[in-house]
């Protein structure tokens, strides 16, 4: 009888330290699927925070030109704001401050000198019929610098292609000019035309 006793005490032990075991594992897996969860709501938490960013070239009549990430959904007037503002000789209603800008793209700010000169080369037919497309052909250095990509450097660089071998023909012909390749190409494409 006695040993009856003892061997249902110490079954009894077994199953009371077997459920404990048991129980242990289901806490430390549950810790686990928490901390993998939190890990995901980071992960996720970051990549939206970058979708609602937005990088921006600012340049021209703004007192300090550069490269500025701005929140989603910022307008023209944030851009500029973030560069520190309109110099004192810039063409203020030149653009439209309340336009929304793009990741990627380059915001020209022309002084009132180069808004006048802009104003004339649109009245003679310099920029195309087509809405906001640059004419490759005809633009000079102001109006080619407010093409996406295109800074004062390759902007020069198209002028002295043209000088130096015609008009371009078709607008694949402005990977000619040298820096501009297949990438830069895709992202101007929609706003430069050999027309007009």
Not at 77 to 99: C, I, R, S, W
Not at 132 to 146: E, F, R, S, Y
């Amino acid at each position: 009888m006695n040993k009856q006793i003892r061997w249902i005490i110490i079954a009894a032990v077994l199953q009371i330290l077997f459920l404990t075991a048991c129980m242990g594992k289901q806490e430390i897996v549950f810790e686990e699927n928490y901390s993998l969860e939190t890990d995901s709501e980071t992960v996720y938490s970051e990549a939206e925070s970058q979708e609602q960013e937005l990088t921006v070239h600012v340049c021209g009549a703004v007192k300090n030109a550069g490269v500025y990430v701005l929140p989603s959904g910022s307008r023209l007037h944030d851009a500029v704001t973030a560069a520190g503002g309109f110099t004192e000789d810039a063409a203020k209603d030149f653009q439209n401050l309340a336009m929304l800008v793009t990741d990627g793209s380059k915001v020209f700010i022309p002084s009132i000198q180069e808004a006048e000169s802009l104003k004339g080369q649109e009245q003679d037919g310099v920029q195309s019929a087509e809405a906001g497309k640059v004419n490759i052909n005809t633009a000079d250095v102001a109006l080619l610098c407010t093409i996406t990509g295109i800074g004062q450097t390759r902007a020069k660089s198209i002028v002295a292609y043209r000088e130096k071998n015609g008009n371009f023909r078709t607008i694949e012909d402005i990977m000619k000019v040298e820096g501009i390749k297949e990438g830069s190409f895709e992202k101007l494409k929609d706003q430069i035309t050999v027309d007009g």
